[in-house]
């Protein structure tokens, strides 16, 4: 059984040859040295134990590592330290992040890419299905049922039904709240049991429907009338002026106007967009001062 140690490792390092780095470690006398390509970088004696060694090879920085085992046998591992801070470690962490930032912006690409596809996907789909209703759309009242219910797994505040060709259609509303509990419609006005808007669906395709808040039916404008004139009662006005009031904001605000006026005792902390500071703002508008002034005179 021979007397030495031998270990080879073949290195390549950066921007260099291949080296081959030998280890010789002599059992009997425990002296060892480290070569690379027959040269010797280091030498030591008597090591009958656990050791250590650094050293560089070119500009980068190497360590070979030295264990005993508890049989008397040694074994030897080659490794390049790639965490101190040498000027090619400092390269290799620009390097590093550099190729970071770009598998960053590859997957931000993508992702936008992706983005964009399925975006302009469902902006066509979209975009069809308002061609659909456009060119063959039927357009009727639709009442609103305040009920929670769940559909498909999701839960949902309010829904409304209608009937095409013998075919029960139900589209399913989830509302935001106010403070009173009441469910707020996109129009501004509180929503209220078999409220009524108008219903657009395809006549090729009664899957394909739209229900626009922002278009009550005749019945529905009446209610917020009578709904808006309520609120007005609390002024101490004279009826005549209030259905003259009420004409004018209609006529320069549509139904935002008398969202105003319905929400006008309360604060902008229980409603974002209607309330008295807008009301005030509302009625400062010279066309509907004009309007107003003329209510005076009636």
């Not at 008397?72 to 590093?96: H, W």
């Not at 690409?109 to 060119?135: C, F, P, R, S, T």
């Amino acid at each position: 059984m021979p007397n030495t140690n031998s270990v080879n490792w073949t290195y390549v390092g950066d921007k260099t040859r291949p080296c081959l780095v030998e280890l010789k470690h002599f059992r009997d006398s425990g002296n060892l040295a480290i070569l690379c390509d027959k040269k010797v970088l280091i030498t030591d004696f008597e090591v009958f134990d656990n050791a250590e060694y650094s050293f560089f090879i070119g500009e980068e920085l190497c360590r070979i590592l030295v264990k005993k085992h508890e049989s008397g046998q040694f074994s030897y591992e080659f490794k390049i330290v790639e965490d101190i801070d040498t000027p090619l470690n400092q390269r290799r962490k620009k390097l590093s992040r550099r190729h970071l930032i770009q598998s960053l912006l590859v997957i931000f690409g993508v992702m936008l890419l992706l983005a964009g596809i399925m975006g302009g996907g469902y902006w066509a789909y979209q975009n069809q299905l308002a061609k659909d209703l456009h060119e063959n759309g039927i357009t009727k009242p639709v009442q609103i049922k305040v009920q929670s219910h769940v559909d498909k797994g999701k839960f949902y505040n309010a829904y409304y039904v209608f009937r095409y060709k013998n075919k029960k259609q139900a589209g399913h509303l989830r509302l935001p709240d106010n403070q009173q509990n009441q469910l707020i419609t996109p129009n501004g006005f509180p929503l209220q049991n078999n409220d009524e808007f108008l219903l657009t669906f395809s006549s090729k395709n009664s899957d394909n429907f739209r229900l626009d808040f922002h278009a009550p039916s005749e019945k529905q404008i009446e209610k917020y009338r009578s709904r808006s004139l309520q609120m007005m009662r609390t002024d101490s006005l004279e009826m005549p002026y209030n259905n003259c009031l009420l004409n004018a904001v209609y006529q320069a605000k549509g139904l935002s106007g008398w969202a105003n006026v319905y929400h006008k005792n309360i604060s902008p902390k229980e409603n974002k967009k209607y309330h008295r500071d807008s009301y005030e703002k509302m009625m400062q508008d010279e066309k509907i001062r004009e309007l107003t002034t003329a209510c005076k005179k009636t």
